[in-house]
T-cell receptor, first 114, second 113 residues
């Protein structure tokens, strides 16, 4: 089975500052990795995903993440945040292949202020 | 059409009521999922349908009854729910039963009174 740890439950940051949201995973098999964003009272939107290939993944809204197999990490970064980035961010993992469950981390609340 | 549509968006029901949640997609996806999300928690998988067959039931109480009448539609029938069942219910779909690319709906906010 796979598991995900998001150590930071909340990350406060000023507008236009850079941000990094941390995600570590555990798995005995190859994995797919994902970051989803959830705005208040909405569903989940896929920000980016790592399936294979280049370890640096670029997503929507200026976010990017780097897959580090040796450190079992998939941290999410943005060089300059906006007020509109305030939301809940979930890291998720699944085993590769079919019939695999998507397991979510506990989430990180990104709070952007002026 | 690249959306998963869930109806209703909000539902308040009594503990003796019977209601249904509906999820629809027209992307040709053959796997559909129900998740339950409590406040300030991550989504938790309830059911997986693959090619209209129930493939996973995550030990969900029988008061939740899923149904997949066709490849585009997924229902969740609710009966005799408890207040602790109040949550956001999310539907998702993917081309095949793989996590490579899920599309989530915006959810149904359920309150049991």
């Amino acid at each position: 089975a796979q598991s995900v740890t998001q150590l930071d439950s909340q990350v406060p940051v000023f507008e236009e500052a850079p941000v990094e949201l941390r995600c570590n995973y555990s798995s005995s098999v190859s994995v797919y990795l994902f970051w989803y964003v959830q705005y208040p009272n909405q569903g989940l939107q896929l920000l980016l995903k790592y399936l294979s290939g280049s370890t640096l993944v670029k997503g929507i809204n200026g976010f990017e993440a780097e897959f580090n197999k040796s450190q079992t990490s998939f941290h999410l970064r943005k060089p300059s945040v906006h007020i509109s980035d305030t939301a809940e961010y979930f890291c998720a993992v699944s085993a590769t292949g079919t019939a695999s469950k998507l397991t979510f981390g506990t989430g990180t609340r990104l709070q952007v202020t002026l | 059409d690249t959306e998963v549509t869930q109806t209703p968006k909000h539902l308040v029901m009594g503990m003796t009521n019977k209601k249904s949640l509906k999820c629809e997609q027209h992307m040709g996806h053959r796997a559909m999922y129900w998740y339950k999300q409590k406040a300030k928690k991550p989504p938790e998988l309830m059911f997986v349908y693959s090619y209209e067959k129930l493939s996973i039931n995550e030990s969900v109480p029988s008061r939740f009854s899923p149904e997949c009448p066709n490849s585009s539609l997924l229902n969740l029938h609710l009966h005799a729910l408890q207040p602790e069942d109040s949550a956001l219910y999310l539907c998702a779909s993917s081309q095949e039963w793989t996590a490579r690319g899920y599309t989530f709906g915006s959810g149904t906010r359920l309150t049991v009174v």
